[in-house]
């Protein structure tokens, strides 16, 4: 596998993060996960947020669409 295909595997995730993959792959440390439907290609499994992440972001984003419906004058 190649860096691009490596790190189109791993979109989402920080650089940082996916460099330090990269460097575990090319030591035979990682193996990238396969796609849940069993399809050819590399590609990364999403794991569930918890409750607490879900709860959080569901708020913020209640609060930015009342501010901007606010702004256009539907609230």
């Known amino acids: 596998m190649r860096w691009n295909q490596f790190r189109k595997a791993h979109s989402g995730m920080k650089q940082s993060e996916i460099s330090e993959?990269?460097?575990?792959?090319?030591?035979?440390?990682?193996?990238?996960?396969?796609?849940?439907?069993?399809?050819?290609?590399?590609?990364?499994?999403?794991?569930?947020?918890?409750?607490?992440?879900?709860?959080?972001?569901?708020?913020?984003?209640?609060k930015t669409i009342q501010k901007k419906m606010r702004k256009r004058g539907m609230l």
């Not at 993959?21 to 794991?47: F, S």
């Not at 947020?49 to 984003?61: F, M, P």
């Open 21 to 62: 993959l990269w460097a575990k792959y090319k030591a035979g440390e990682y193996e990238v996960p396969r796609n849940v439907e069993g399809e050819q290609g590399t590609k990364t499994v999403e794991k569930p947020r918890k409750k607490e992440e879900v709860k959080k972001i569901t708020k913020s984003n209640k």
